[in-house]
């Protein structure tokens, strides 16, 4: 982990997070307690990053490229000779020193693929899970099915059970400056919606809405969790990942 920069700020914690569970009009019906030890009892910053960093160079192309000297077109004979002229000395047009030259130690297409130890990437996935009950960020759903696919029914869910907030800036009477939590549209945030299994319908009414993501919560993982603002688990996702954890 030493290698990322980041300081390896370990946090603990250890007393029950209680969520209210609602149903998709939005009605508190419950309330679930949360074991932090379930989902690692810490948080480590620097695994997070690291774990962020191995998916995001997962998905680079690693397509770029650049000519070389030795690539680009032009003689290799030296422009005039090295005394005598009055001009400073120039040795091939191909150098990176001339315009139309090449590029001097440019990008050449390589994989950026790596991968950290299954463990490390499980405690990862926990740990961001758990950041998320911490922050107060998880919306539990009692139930969530579509008898068929329906966005615009999937768009009044979501507001119902308030999946959109965000933290907005102001000023205070003093003109200090502020941060508050205040409710959005749907579309000013980003959600993760979690469901026990490959549900089709809940996905296909999800997929055209810009910033919500639907996955099964046997393939949640650090980078998606952590990128969408707002983590909403069914009961049954829920109750998979609390058993996954023991």
């Not at 030890?37 to 990053?49: D, M, P, R």
């Not at 299994?197 to 055209?208: A, I, L």
């Not at 919500?212 to 952590?226: C, G, I, R, S």
């Amino acid at each position: 982990m030493a290698r990322t920069g980041v300081p390896n700020t370990i946090t603990e914690f250890t007393a029950p997070i209680s969520v209210a569970v609602v149903n998709t009009a939005g009605a508190t019906v419950g309330t679930v307690e949360v074991n932090p030890a379930v989902f690692g009892g810490k948080i480590s910053k620097a695994l997070l990053h690291e774990a962020v960093l191995m998916y995001l160079a997962n998905q680079r192309a690693g397509t770029a490229s650049t000519l070389r000297r030795g690539e680009v077109a032009g003689s290799t004979k030296k422009l005039f000779r090295q005394k005598g002229t009055g001009n400073a000395r120039a040795g091939t047009k191909r150098t990176n020193k001339r315009r139309g030259g090449g590029t001097a130690k440019g990008p050449k297409p390589r994989d950026y693929e790596y991968h950290l130890p299954k463990q490390a990437v499980k405690a990862a996935t926990r740990q961001a899970i758990l950041s998320k009950f911490v922050d107060g960020k998880v919306i539990i759903v009692d139930t969530l099915t579509m008898a068929a696919p329906a966005t615009k029914q999937m768009v009044g869910i979501l507001k119902a059970i308030k999946a959109g907030k965000k933290t907005v800036k102001g000023v205070d009477a003093n003109n200090v400056e502020t941060t508050t939590e205040k409710d959005v549209t749907l579309f000013d945030t980003t959600a993760l919606i979690a469901t026990a299994g490959h549900d089709m319908n809940v996905y296909k009414s999800s997929r055209n809405l810009g910033g919500v993501k639907v996955l099964p919560a046997a393939e949640l993982n650090a980078y998606t969790v952590l990128k969408q603002k707002t983590l909403v688990l069914t009961r049954a996702a829920f109750d998979s990942l609390t058993a996954a954890g023991k």
